[in-house]
């Protein structure tokens, strides 16, 4: 059982497989045609906030990353988050095995690391190919 990271324009080149995935981010990727949503759950409301995002990607604080983690933990206690949260919990009980996506092209330096943490896993992100 495990929650498995990979970003949206990998996961759109994979075999289809059982694993619900769940999109974790606010804008939509670009270049990403609409059909490859159908197998996806789309929940930004788990995703850092648009001013908090901005914020994050303008810092050249050498402590940024620190920051935005505190104020993305903060952000995910708000009603709608919990909500958000409580629903990938309950996908990672029933199914066991669950796909985070996300557009971020560092994965290890964005809101993902912090999410997991939040959801109480590690932070690794899973090779496509491999997943296990």
Known sequence: MGIYVQRIYDFIKMPTDEKPAVFIDRLYPRGVQKAHFARLLWLKSAAPSHELRQWFHRSTD??????FSKLYTQELTAPEALQALAHIKKLHKTHG???????VKDVARSHIPVLLAVLGEKSSEKSAKNPS
């Open 62 to 67: 050498e402590h940024a990353f620190a920051t």
């Open 97 to 103: 095995d669950i796909w985070l996506i996300t557009a």
